[in-house]
RNA sequence: GGGGAUGUAGCUCAGUUUUGGUUAGAGUGUCGGCCUGUCACGCCGAAGGUCGCGGGUUCAAGUCCCGUCAUUCCCGCCA
């Protein structure tokens, strides 16, 4: 026997009747009968009813113990009378009726109570380690780890190899802003904290390790949202030598696939591979979005042209300036009142910011239209478009928003959500996956030609694609991984070949001795001989949620930052003090004011 | 940097608009008492409030106005 436990508070059951045991964990609830008392005792593996009978002469010393206190107990295994089994307790056949109490930490307040669920989050990130102790929250973190464990027997079992990679590295010019971190061995430098171990695997496929993983941190320095931690998150990294892109998603299909099938729960309907592949273009039209919820069956369509042949000035000079009009098919949605369509506007010009609520169009039982904008169409003209969305019942109805492209697009994407999930056109209990494919290499900005993505993917044309197209025509070898409308993976094919990798960035506006520089670790080890590869990177915290429809990222985190990226706990983060800065050459200056107190 | 929502007892929330008006309520938790079979135990009693903060309007502000802070969601940002 242990010295502190015979079993856990979560395996004793009636075959265990008039054993004698030992029991250590947290006083869950008690209830005082003023002669008997009783305790569920709570663990890690679960909860078992502790009875104090006057006879033991501990009485008072139990009815003292605040709530939480962790405590010792030894007692016999006594089968409850039928009328007293809980059937909602594994261990609810027995309790526990104890003669010896030894108590190892007294609580004497608790600032809330672990059974409610109803505490804020800024207590719960205060007082993490209770939170933690929560029934929800300890079940979640329990959870993350045992998908972690699946994701990584599955790597395994693949024979991919597992390698960690520098923490303290050099910043990259790409990409999101860097964490950096001063070096007191060389004054005025700076280490930074990898955004992801992207040039290390690349080495590592140089050095001929084949395939590689790791369950890799990830430190990017950007704002956070529901779906993104600020500071730090994990993903599953992998890179892969002598692989096509069909070959990188055969894998990436077996990971989710196992992950998925072995922890979402039953019944749930899981996508098994080979995923839909949708081309980027593609999935601008149909989602407005480059992570789509395929479990929501809206496809967005163009009806630009029509509003050439039309009386609607306000559409029609829209499309003579090269926007668009793109229409949201809504199955039945004429059936909603006239105040569902007035908040769907008042949504639409207020979160959305709209110029103008999205105008609609119904269909009639008599096979006419109404809506405010059928007075400016044929008759044919409409009947084409509801016949284009597939439309042909009554109520049926399309909304139409109108613009510049790069200015629909969000409105667009929430808007195809927003009425799906008015309608109840989502799927239940479903995880439906895709591959987004086909991202062009680059993108333009104010004139700028930049990388639209990974400035390490290859085209798709090789170096003939960079000497001959125009570089918004030129598509990469990336892929991203969606899931429910989270994108939860990136990836691509590499460029492996050294002439076209400046190239790239030449046109992108770096010259060749800035690249020299700024990769110079990955450049030199390529010229020792570098093997065709590829790879992705699929987000833990993401997967998580999804699996466990949870809409913030900080509930699948053990210690999460707040929204302004402080931790409640340690306070980080906090000043250096004197010694520190002097130590490692750095000074403040410029600081705003409210930061000199 | 910008926009929306929220802020009342330790915690969850009602009261705030329509209509400013006596002592701001409930549940839960806490504390005290009672209780030998409960399992969210029960019963009796008590304590607990700068109504986020500051200013303004008014005879009178939790309620109206302005500002500000905090939390959160979104936009920007996220190769």
Redesign the pocket.
């Known amino acids: 026997m242990n010295l502190y436990r015979s079993h856990t508070c979560g395996e004793l059951t009636a075959k265990d009747a008039s054993k004698i045991v030992k029991l250590s964990g947290w006083i869950y609830?008690?209830?005082?009968?003023?002669?008997?008392i009783?305790i569920?005792l709570r663990d890690n593996y679960g909860v078992t009813?502790v009875?104090f009978?006057?006879?033991s002469g501990i009485i008072d010393q139990v009815?003292s113990l605040?709530?939480e206190s962790v405590i010792t107990v030894e007692g016999e295994v006594?089968k409850?009378?039928d009328?007293?089994?809980?059937p909602?307790?594994i261990t609810?056949e027995i309790?526990i009726?104890v003669n010896n109490l030894e108590v190892q930490s007294n609580v004497e307040?608790?600032?809330?109570?672990v059974?409610?669920d109803?505490?804020?989050?800024?207590?719960r990130?205060r007082d993490r380690v209770l939170d933690l102790r929560t029934e929800g929250q300890h079940e979640m973190m329990k959870f993350r780890s045992n998908v972690i464990r699946t994701m990584r027997n599955t790597m395994w079992d693949m024979d991919i190899n597992e390698f960690q990679t520098p923490l303290l590295t050099s910043s990259?010019p790409?990409?999101?802003?860097d964490f950096l971190v001063p070096s007191r061995i060389h004054p005025g430098k700076f280490y930074a904290l990898p955004?992801?171990p992207?040039q290390f695997k690349q080495m590592l496929m140089v050095a001929g390790f084949d395939k590689y993983f790791q369950v890799a941190p990830c430190f990017?320095d950007?704002?956070?949202?529901?779906?993104?931690h600020p500071g730090e998150f994990y993903q599953l990294d992998a890179e892969f030598s002598f692989v096509t892109q069909e070959e990188v998603f055969k894998i990436g299909e077996k990971l989710m696939t196992e992950t998925f099938n072995k922890h979402t729960p039953e019944g749930a309907i899981v996508d098994q591979g080979p995923f839909r592949q949708i081309a980027y273009k593609e999935s601008m039209l149909k989602y407005a979005c480059d992570k789509p919820d395929l479990r929501n069956p809206i496809e967005i369509f163009d009806i630009s042209k029509v509003w050439l042949d039309s009386e609607f000035a306000v559409f029609k000079s829209i499309v003579e300036q090269g926007g668009v009009v793109r229409a949201i098919p809504a199955k039945g949605a004429g059936e909603q009142p006239r105040s569902w369509f007035d908040k769907l506007g008042k949504f639409a010009q207020?979160?959305?910011?709209m110029p103008a609520a999205p105008g609609y169009i119904v269909k009639n039982e008599d096979g006419t239209f109404k809506g405010p904008l059928v007075k400016f169409l044929r008759q044919e003209q409409v009947e084409a478009i509801f016949a284009k969305a597939g439309l042909t019942e009554t109520n049926d109805t399309i909304f139409l928003v109108a613009g510049q492209e790069k200015h629909v697009l969000?409105p667009l994407s929430?808007l195809r959500n927003k009425i799906a999930e008015d309608l109840n056109l989502f799927e239940e209990n479903t995880f439906r996956f895709a591959w987004i494919v086909d991202f062009p290499m680059y993108e333009e900005?104010d004139g700028k030609i930049?990388?639209?993505?990974?400035?390490?993917?290859k085209p798709q044309g090789g170096m003939d694609d960079l000497l001959n197209k125009d570089p918004e025509d030129i598509l990469a070898q990336q892929y991203d991984c969606v899931c429910n409308g989270y994108e939860i993976a990136?990836g691509s094919i590499r460029n492996a070949d050294i002439p076209s990798m400046f190239k790239a960035f030449e046109i992108a506006g770096y010259k060749k001795e800035e690249v020299e520089e700024n990769f110079s670790g990955m450049l030199k080890t390529f010229r020792l001989g570098v093997p065709p590869h590829g790879g992705f990177?699929f987000g833990i915290e993401r997967i998580i949620m999804i699996m466990k429809n949870e809409?913030?990222?900080?509930r699948v985190i053990t210690f999460p930052l707040?929204?302004?990226a402080?931790c409640l706990l340690t306070g980080a983060p906090l000043k250096a003090n004197e010694a520190q800065m002097n130590e490692l050459h750095i000074r403040h200056f410029n600081l705003?004011e409210e930061a000199l107190d």
């Open positions: 609830r008690r209830r005082d009968h003023g002669g008997v009783f569920d009813q009875v009978h006057p006879e009815s605040g709530l006594l409850r009378d009328a007293q089994i809980n909602n307790m609810g309790e009726s307040s608790l600032p809330w109570s059974i409610d109803s505490i804020p989050e800024e207590l990130l990259s790409e990409g999101a802003r955004q992801a992207q990017r950007e704002d956070p949202r529901a779906d993104r207020k979160q959305l910011r969000q929430v900005e930049d990388f639209s993505h990974n400035p390490f993917s990136s990177a809409s913030n990222i900080r707040n929204g302004r402080q705003p």
